[in-house]
């Protein structure tokens, strides 16, 4: 375990690496650590993942939402100003690198330091070596979920270069061993889901079924989510070292994974259309996901499938309709009923990608 965070922080550029069960236990032991006092608020972007706002939530704080910019899905600076007004009793701002994409991250922080609020960073959908540019807030978080750019087939990863902070959160980490059934259960969940993702076997299972519920019109998962659900652990709990071995063999590959990434996103983007409306990013970012903006998702989706290209939709969802906000954020509105993602990930080759634009393309 020992050798698996030192790496991370090593590949990270960070000094401090704390690993635990998921991303969002990761973000609690930040939350934690910082010693945030009841009931004070916590910005998060209204489009994201809904296990960060409970996450929140969970530790007897309070998430206030600030819009996204409609075009990188990422906190809105005017968003996030005009919500910093709304709530003084704000005492940490959460910047979301959505799908990969990086924040404006120097207008954010010149914003939250004239206020004198920290910054937190949700990384889950990117693992990048040195950083590369990013701030690093007073402390960030990875997931490292079977999907994600660094997989340990679950787990999550608290980062820091404040030593007091990742003193208080190692100490908070307990060993974990005592709840070996609910860690071997989550490990077998991973196990499949990697497994069922396999491209092989993908394509005689999960495809066939997500297209024949296409047909009927339905969609094979249900993302539907309970906001009153707890997200947490009544404990945070270390990562089990067999994660840790599955981690550290997969950052060896990791530098030409995000390079695949940036290249592949680069090509799509330059054979889709100007038509084709989609997620803005740069040349250096390393998508986790390559997502599009259509005007009729369902129809898109439909197509899309039938023609043999497995699209994902609701991964993040508009989390300030869902937490009751007292704002309505259209941006997050819009964007969370309109993302379409095509299936992205670093082992696709040029020709699928040409393929996959052809058809995007014919089919817009
Ligand atoms: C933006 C974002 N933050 C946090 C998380 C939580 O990570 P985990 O599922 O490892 O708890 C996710 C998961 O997908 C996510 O998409």
């Known amino acids: 375990m020992a050798e698996f965070e030192s790496a991370a922080a090593k590949y990270l550029g960070v000094r401090h690496a704390i690993a635990v069960t998921s991303g969002r236990e990761a973000l609690a032991l930040i939350l934690q650590g910082l010693r945030l006092s009841p009931g004070s608020a916590v910005v998060v972007p209204a489009f994201t993942y809904h296990a960060v706002p409970a996450a929140v939530r969970d530790l007897g704080l309070r998430p206030v939402f600030a819009d996204v910019d409609p075009r990188t899905f990422n906190l809105s600076p005017e968003s996030l100003e005009e919500c910093l007004g709304r709530h003084p009793e704000t005492r940490l701002v959460l910047v979301t690198h959505t799908f990969g994409v990086q924040a404006p991250v120097a207008v954010l922080r010149d914003l939250c ?14 693992f990048l070596r040195g950083n590369q540019g990013n701030l690093i807030g007073v402390a960030g978080f990875h997931s490292l979920e079977t999907s994600k750019p660094l997989s340990a087939l679950g787990g999550g990863i608290a980062v820091t270069d404040d030593p007091d902070l990742a003193d208080r959160m190692r100490r908070m980490v307990g060993a974990g061993r005592e709840r070996a059934v609910e860690a071997t259960r989550a490990l077998v969940r991973q196990v499949f889901q990697a497994l069922i993702t396999w ?26 989510v309970d906001p009153a659900r707890p997200v947490l652990g009544p404990t945070r709990r ?26 592949l996103a680069g ?30 998702r369902d129809r898109l989706a439909f197509h899309l499938l039938r023609a043999g290209i497995d699209v994902k939709r609701d991964l993040l969802c508009d989390c300030s309709r869902l937490f009751g906000s007292d704002l309505p954020m259209p941006n997050a509105a819009s964007v969370a009923r309109r993302a379409l993602h095509l299936p992205f990930h670093p082992w696709l080759g040029e020709a699928d990608i040409r393929r996959m634009a052809e058809a995007t393309n014919r089919l817009w």
């Open 238 to 263: 270390r990562l089990h070292g067999l994660h840790a071995a599955v981690g550290l063999a997969a950052l060896d590959r990791l530098d030409s994974e995000n390079e695949a990434r940036i290249h």
């Open 113 to 126: 330091q004239k206020k004198g609020i920290p910054i937190g960073e949700d990384r889950a959908h990117e």
């Open 267 to 296: 090509l799509l983007d330059d054979l889709l259309e100007p038509r084709v409306l989609r997620q803005r990013f740069e040349r250096r970012d390393a998508l986790w996901m390559f997502t599009l903006l259509p005007g009729d």
């Open 199 to 224: 491209p092989p076997v993908f394509a005689l299972s999960a495809y066939p079924a997500a297209r024949a519920c296409a047909l009927v019109g339905r969609d094979l998962e249900d993302r539907r």
